[in-house]
Nanobody, 124 residues
Framework: QVQLVESGGGLVQAGGSLRLSCAAS????????MGWFRQAPGNEREFVACISWIGITTYYADSVKGRFTISRDNAKRMLYLQMNSLKPEDTAVYYC?????????????????WGQGTQVTVSS
């Protein structure tokens, strides 16, 4: 198992930017593909972005394409989500997660390890 801790959430105005970080410990980070998910009140948890174990392949939800960028630093065991041009509808708790699917995946059920989440609030 890998332990995941998110940070970097906060309150930002619409059009602003935030960078989320996820620190990993435990199982070898570089062998895992990593993803970001989010959950708004009353909604199901939804896929945001995923990056393969070596960082070559990335996937994005249509709602964040062109605004969000997922990246990783295997030497530092860190995952990032750069969020630009934020909108009020991006408000949610953001979770990082790990999967053994080498090329990454967009399916929530493929992710076995989860962080506790960090709140992102975008005001209009």
């Amino acid at each position: 198992q890998v332990q995941l801790v998110e940070s970097g959430g906060g309150l930002v105005q619409a059009g602003g930017s935030l960078r989320l970080s996820c620190a990993a410990s435990g199982r070898t980070f570089s062998s895992l593909s990593m993803g970001w998910f989010r959950q708004a009140p009353g909604n199901e948890r939804e896929f945001v972005a995923c990056i393969s174990w070596i960082g070559i392949t990335t996937y994005y939800a249509d709602s964040v394409k062109g605004r969000f960028t997922i990246s990783r630093d295997n030497a530092k065991r860190m995952l990032y989500l750069q969020m630009n041009s934020l909108k009020p509808e991006d408000t949610a708790v953001y979770y990082c997660a790990a999967t053994s699917k080498y090329m990454g995946t967009t399916s929530l059920t493929d992710f076995a390890s989860w962080g506790q989440g960090t709140q992102v609030t975008v005001s209009s």
